[in-house]
């Protein structure tokens, strides 16, 4: 079998505790879960309705402005801008911060909670997709997606906890326990799929926050 991103060879990872089965890359450290193992809609949808992220809770505003200091305001102005919310969820939260607080036109996408394809023939000065991108299987159709969707010099910031191509950290991470969580990044990956695509990663804080400009 080989990486979906840098199409190198990858080994198999049994987790005993999970019984799942992942696969890793040497090269690229991308980690993923066997095709066999990613959740039906009617599970991955069960699964979302468990969380419970609200514009009313203090701490997950103050968790979202952490993530627009870092990754977004040191690469764009917002203010007057374009910006889609990518997997915005049931209350696309983000997408108001940004637009009643800090200025920008947003609109929002999600697949269950959203499903309109609002960015249809469209380009944006920046997007955001916070804890979304390990759901999806694909990495570079889904950065292709994002790239098509961005103008030249566009932001793309993204928020998904970074992995490490260990046995041992995998066997004790919290983050594969979610069974929606199917692919695993990290700054390494980013890199190659940047590359590929035509991005720039110009920022990351090492743990779960990206930046990427689109060239």
Request: charged fraction near 25%; glycine fraction near 4%; proline fraction near 5%.
């Amino acid at each position: 079998m080989n990486c979906p991103v840098c199409k190198s060879l990858v080994t198999g990872y049994a987790h005993q505790k999970l019984k799942n089965l992942y696969h890793i890359c040497s090269n690229c450290e991308f980690i993923f879960k066997d095709s066999t193992q990613i959740p039906t809609d009617d599970v991955a949808f069960t699964q979302y309705q468990t969380h419970k992220n609200s514009k009313e809770d203090e701490c997950y505003i103050e968790y979202l402005y952490h993530f627009i200091n870092i990754t977004l305001k040191p690469f764009t102005q917002i203010q007057g801008e374009t910006g889609l919310e990518f997997g915005s969820g049931p209350s696309p939260v983000l997408a108001e911060l940004l637009s009643k607080r800090e200025g920008a036109t947003m609109e929002n996408y999600d697949l269950y909670y959203a499903p309109e394809k609002c960015y249809e023939g469209k380009r944006y000065d920046f997007i955001t997709s916070t804890e979304v991108i390990e759901h999806i299987e694909n990495p570079l159709e889904l950065f292709q997606f994002f790239k098509t969707h961005l103008n030249p010099g566009g932001i793309l910031a993204v928020m998904t906890n970074f992995s490490e191509p260990t046995e041992d950290f995998l066997d004790k991470w919290h983050y594969l326990r979610d069974v929606t969580h199917i692919s695993f990044y990290n700054p390494k990956n980013l890199e190659y799929i940047a590359h590929e695509i035509g991005f720039e990663l110009i920022f990351h804080d090492s743990k779960k926050c990206a930046t990427l400009r689109a060239k």
